[in-house]
């Protein structure tokens, strides 16, 4: 939306000009209001960025903390960046501050750091424990590699008895992170259930959201007294139908 009004910013001065809005003319011809419009269009951008990295089915709390810890660290790097002077990370707003002629009057650092600071502070208590190292993320993630020293005494023994699996190693290097640890979860059962454990969780809401999203396009007004389980359940499954398979198993109906 914001992008949106920023490309069409000189129709908008004429509407509103049109419109005799003078206030609100005057208003949004400002330099100031220009400026702090290009950083909001950038930060923006780099949002909507964050949020499509946490959308999607097959993903999990650590590949989600992997994220959120980036970002964090990236509004660290705009606010040193920033400081002093260079707005490079900011494509609008350094593109607007470039046609200015006298670039030294137009000063938004104050207004840019304080902006990233508090929302590298709000990062920092919503997800306050996203920067902590934890042992056992270390472990799901790389079983050959752990800190066995770290981990609770319960998990010590098997977590060695697999570090030192070679047919293990070669599986963890061809198959998916979940199907590793399923498979092998009967073998080592102490560290597989703790590894289970941290992909259950949904880490996001975009299954939530996914569902009420197939609900309203089976749902409508016209059809508002239907039944939904069954067709909501084809509609989010993940497996493709084998029609095929269906179509020949079903009895064909001779004519008479």
């Not at 330099?31 to 780099?46: H, K, P, T, W």
């Not at 060695?160 to 998916?176: G, H, P, Q």
Request: with cysteine.
């Amino acid at each position: 939306m914001l992008s949106r009004l920023y490309k069409l910013k000189d129709e908008v001065e004429i509407f509103l000009q049109k419109q005799k809005q003078d206030k609100l003319y005057e208003a949004f011809r400002e330099e100031d209001f220009q400026l702090s419009l290009a950083y909001l269009v950038d930060f923006f951008e780099a949002i909507n960025n964050l949020n499509l990295k946490l959308q999607g089915r097959n993903t999990n709390i650590i590949a989600h903390s992997d994220v959120i810890r980036a970002f964090t660290e990236k509004i660290h790097t705009w606010k040193r960046k920033v400081q002093i002077r260079n707005f490079s990370s900011f494509s609008h707003l350094t593109e607007l501050l470039s046609e200015k002629k006298n670039i030294e009057q137009y000063d938004v650092t104050k207004e840019v750091v304080s902006h990233l600071h508090s929302l590298a502070e709000e990062f920092m208590h919503y997800f306050s424990d996203v920067s902590a190292e934890n042992s056992l993320w270390t472990l799901v993630q790389n079983p050959f590699n752990p800190d066995v020293e770290l981990l609770l005494e319960s998990l010590q023994e098997e977590a060695i008895d697999l570090k030192c699996d070679s047919s293990a190693k070669k599986d963890f290097e061809t198959k998916k992170l979940e199907e590793f640890w399923v498979k092998y979860l009967p073998m080592y059962p102490k560290v597989g259930e703790e590894a289970l454990r941290v992909f259950l969780p949904f880490s996001s809401t975009y299954l939530c959201e996914a569902g009420f999203t197939a609900l309203v396009v089976l749902k409508t007004k016209q059809r508002n007294r239907l039944d939904v389980e069954k067709d909501l359940r084809c509609a989010l499954s993940s497996f493709n139908p084998r029609i095929s398979d269906l179509v020949r198993k079903k009895q064909q109906h001779p004519s008479h």
